[in-house]
């Protein structure tokens, strides 16, 4: 299992700031640029000369927009880079989901795009009655998450998990085999869309019982410092380990003060922060420690960033001493 923790608000991507979206499918395609390969060349008076092209390479080109009416170049790509477009994205999964029998008109989206569009994130909320409430006021749901770029930036990603409420934060916890990754070098393999859909909604009681299990377990407090200095340590070094035990421990984040003395997090002294959404003071049980650590995968700077974290998240619990 994987948990994954969403920040939607000041994101970047590769040091790209990111703009959001929110609407139906259709209110959100508005603002989905489409783009054009062309050869990498050297043009004379507007024209491309052939003996002047990169025989190696292709530009891709953002065509014009509603919005902006310039043609824009966001990346050079090799001869066999296959373009896969945001709009081939958004169709699939719409009639992918369709074909679940989704109203697709009814379901809330979120857009992220780079600043010129080349990378994008859709998250796609499922409807309510997949919902499920872990105390008062704290739902989860489950959401899709495709990444895609046309700069060879990234690959083609899609994930499905649990969406958290509760804050703007989000958590979402899915199987680990309830994701789709492609390189830009073959076409999408629509079959496993639907897959993916399917195995997902399979695996929703089961995962349902995980998130439970986790809200009623409650963790060997007197074992905290070893798993802080130990496996949490080793994995996310000394920065995260530190805050996230005063996290588990008040609620609240901290930043170091000296940040370099070489003791252990445990033992750093702190400068309290602010409150943690969605954590209100003392940790009691495991979904309380994953809140904790979701929320350190959602301050990383980068969207990558925060996805690399965040699928750490089930296996530090799972290394807490029993």
Excluded at 149 to 161: A, C
Excluded at 203 to 212: D, L, P, S, Y
Excluded at 270 to 298: E, H, T
Aim: charged share 25%; hydrophobic share 35%.
């Amino acid at each position: 299992m994987r948990t994954l923790h969403t920040n939607i608000v000041g994101d970047k991507w590769l040091g790209s700031p990111v703009q959001h979206f929110k609407g139906s499918l259709k209110e959100i395609s508005k603002h989905i640029p489409s783009f054009d390969r062309r050869p990498f060349s050297v043009n004379s008076n507007g024209n491309v000369v052939e003996s002047q092209q990169n025989k190696n390479l292709d530009v891709i080109v953002r065509e014009r927009m509603r919005s902006d009416n310039n043609e824009i170049p966001v990346g050079v790509v090799s001869k066999r880079y296959q373009l896969i477009q945001h709009q081939e994205i958004l169709g699939i999964t719409s009639k992918t989901l369709a074909d679940f029998n989704f109203d697709i008109d009814k379901l809330e989206c979120e857009l992220g795009l780079t600043e010129y569009g080349e990378r994008m994130r859709l998250c796609i909320k499922f409807p309510s009655e997949y919902k499920i409430n872990i105390r008062n006021d704290d739902n989860l749901i489950p959401q899709l998450l495709c990444f895609n770029s046309v700069d060879r930036s990234t690959k083609l990603w899609v994930i499905i998990g649990w969406f958290r409420f509760v804050c703007n934060n989000g958590m979402v916890v899915g199987n680990i085999n309830t994701n789709y990754r492609s390189r830009h070098n073959r076409q999408i393999d629509i079959p496993a869309f639907n897959k993916l859909i399917n195995s997902s909604i399979e695996n929703i009681a089961h995962e349902k019982e995980i998130i439970i299990r986790w809200e009623k377990t409650h963790f060997n407090k007197n074992k905290l410092n070893n798993w802080v200095n130990g496996p949490l340590l080793k994995q996310w070094k000394v920065k995260a380990a530190t805050r996230a035990y005063h996290i588990i421990k008040t609620g609240t984040d901290v930043e170091m003060i000296p940040p370099f003395e070489r003791i252990e997090p445990t033992e750093k002294q702190v400068k309290k922060i602010r409150m943690v959404p969605g954590c209100d003071g003392p940790a009691k049980n495991f979904y309380d420690i994953s809140q904790a650590l979701s929320w350190l995968a959602s301050q990383r700077n980068d969207i990558e960033q925060q996805i690399a974290w965040q699928q750490d998240i089930p296996s530090l619990i799972a290394s807490f001493p029993n």
